[in-house]
């Protein structure tokens, strides 16, 4: 027997909050994860078997903690970590609460910022932060860096190593390493809502869970930091993209892209939120790379239609965002928006500066390039690029897409693609 789909999520939903309680209460990253591993694949064995706890959070914390205390005890050499561990835990740990408990504490900012300490490179907290903390297998924090697997769970290793070197603790960092940390936070939720709204791998398009989690944790830092632009404006960007989720993909699971979306379907309320958001955070100071991304957000979503959007004002923030923080990525959405503003041969030209980058190769690379050729009039080039992107692609939605597009480019009665038919996001 297997764990059904909802109670799979569950266990996704209640892993970190389960981890930032262990590592409050012991004050040791690396052990408390293996721990919590420990009691996941407890209840995977047992859930099918004796069925949904009554109270599922407090059997994780329980057989957690237990899992911990064995592991301290397997340790001869920690012996007196071991008494000290075990003097500190509180009794009531070791049996679920009564169903009138309160909720446990919310830890898990406090758990994002101690995966980004400073003892850890940016990268390493990038890595560490979203598999221990945002749920992401290693295979997807690969993909959100665009390295292999191996590569990705050595890092990952290495950054707990590193902690448990620099005896990092479950601790409220100084004010001013807080807003260093926070930043990392910020980029951290960011790639987790990423690779929920367009899942790397699988057969689906788009992972709730992980949009609805960075969701959640995105307003709450907003809560915390009402004053911070960047926080209102990640929030806004979010709010904004989510809007068209459903929009996004038809009935059958397959995707939707930006110029074919019925856009009644939209979510108006996060819309309006997330407009209000823009306009709150760009007003607050200079804008930084999250508030120019939710501006551009928002000039779609005002726009009745693609070819009603503002599409020289669109190149003028990616062109404003390229500046403020270079990054391939921004770089291939400039050549979507200069292939419209500008015609194709421009875009395919801005193309040309990713040949050698990260994105060489990329699927997403391939796509943008048979879009502008299909523009272009190239039509067989323009499949051929198709096709190389559907190859390349991990997402199953997304490659049958990709396969769809190359075979309507070898079709010799159909009419050149709309503008703007490509969607990177």
């Known amino acids: 027997m297997s764990l059904d789909p909802a109670a799979v999520d569950l266990l996704r939903r209640l892993a970190p909050q389960v981890l930032a309680t262990l590592v409050r209460r012991y004050g040791e990253f690396d052990r408390a994860e293996d721990?919590?591993?420990?009691?996941?694949?407890a209840a995977v064995e047992r859930w099918p078997l004796d069925g949904l706890p009554e109270q599922p959070s407090g059997w994780l914390h329980t057989v957690a903690a237990r899992r911990y205390v064995d592991l301290v005890r397997a340790d001869a050499a920690r012996a007196r970590r071991e008494r000290t561990a075990l003097r500190l835990t509180p009794h009531d740990t070791h049996v679920a609460p009564p169903p009138d408990?309160?909720?446990?504490?919310?830890?898990?900012?406090?758990?994002?910022?101690?995966?980004?300490?400073p003892a850890l490179s940016s990268a390493a907290q990038l890595a560490l932060t979203l598999r221990a903390v945002g749920g992401l297998t290693t295979t997807e924090v690969a993909a959100a860096f665009l390295v292999s697997e191996r590569t990705m769970g050595q890092r990952i290793s290495r950054a707990k190593l590193r902690l448990r070197e620099a005896d990092a603790r479950f601790a409220p960092p100084s004010q001013t390493e807080r807003e260093i940390r926070?930043?990392?936070?910020?980029?951290?939720?960011?790639?987790?809502?990423?690779?929920?709204?367009?899942?790397?791998?699988?057969?689906?398009l788009r992972r709730a869970d992980l949009t609805g989690q960075a969701l959640r944790l995105t307003r709450r830092l907003h809560e915390q930091l009402p004053g911070d632009g960047e926080t209102g404006g990640l929030l806004a960007l979010m709010l904004l993209t989510e809007a068209r989720a459903t929009a996004r993909v038809d009935p059958n699971g397959e995707l939707v892209p930006l110029a074919k979306q019925d856009r009644r379907r939209w979510d108006r309320?996060?819309?309006?939120?997330?407009?209000?958001?823009?306009?709150q955070s760009l007003a607050a100071s200079p804008p930084g790379p999250y508030r120019i991304q939710a501006a551009i957000a928002a000039v779609h979503a005002e726009a009745p239609n693609t070819a009603a959007t503002d599409w020289p004002q669109v190149l003028a923030l990616y062109e404003l965002l390229e500046r403020l923080a270079p990054n391939p990525v921004v770089t291939l959405n400039r050549a979507v928006a200069v292939g419209v503003v500008c015609g194709p041969t421009a875009g395919l030209a801005v193309l040309s500066e990713l040949e050698s980058g990260l994105l060489a190769g990329h699927h997403r690379l391939h796509a943008v390039r048979a879009h502008l050729l299909d523009l272009a009039g190239d039509r067989a080039a323009a499949a051929a690029q198709w096709r190389t992107a559907a190859h390349r692609a991990g997402s199953e939605p997304e490659r049958r897409y990709l396969l769809r597009r190359a075979a309507a480019a070898s079709d010799p009665t159909r009419r050149s693609c709309d503008p703007a038919h490509s969607e990177v996001r």
């Open 35 to 41: 721990a919590v591993q420990e009691a996941l694949v």
């Open 182 to 204: 926070l930043s990392v936070v910020r980029q951290v939720l960011y790639l987790m809502f990423n690779e929920g709204y367009s899942a790397s791998n699988g057969p689906h």
């Open 101 to 117: 408990t309160e909720p446990p504490r919310d830890d898990l900012l406090e758990l994002f910022l101690l995966c980004c300490h």
């Open 269 to 279: 309320r996060a819309i309006d939120e997330g407009r209000a958001l823009v306009e």
